[in-house]
């Protein structure tokens, strides 16, 4: 598994938590829904800007969103 397959699970398991869907995280973090959906698909990389943004849209901090991420075989 890479980092980023990794990133999106733990990103779409938040997403779901929260009830949002792809398109409403995407507009309360300033994202388009394409972009959170690659991010869920681990075709993209979150810069550190977006994996805050992201978090703030979550009601999360960012190390929530990478806690898991250390313990997948990566």
Not at 10 to 16: N, P
Not at 20 to 31: C, D, I
Not at 50 to 71: M, Y
């Amino acid at each position: 598994m890479t980092l980023e397959k990794a990133f999106g699970e733990e990103l779409q398991k938040a997403r779901e938590k929260s009830g949002l869907s792809q398109e409403k995280l995407g507009f309360e973090s300033g994202y388009h829904r394409t972009y959170i959906s690659q991010l869920e698909r681990g075709q993209k990389s979150p810069t550190l800007k977006a994996l805050f943004k992201l978090a703030k849209a979550l009601n999360l901090r960012p190390s929530a969103l990478l806690q898991n991420i250390e313990d997948k075989k990566i």
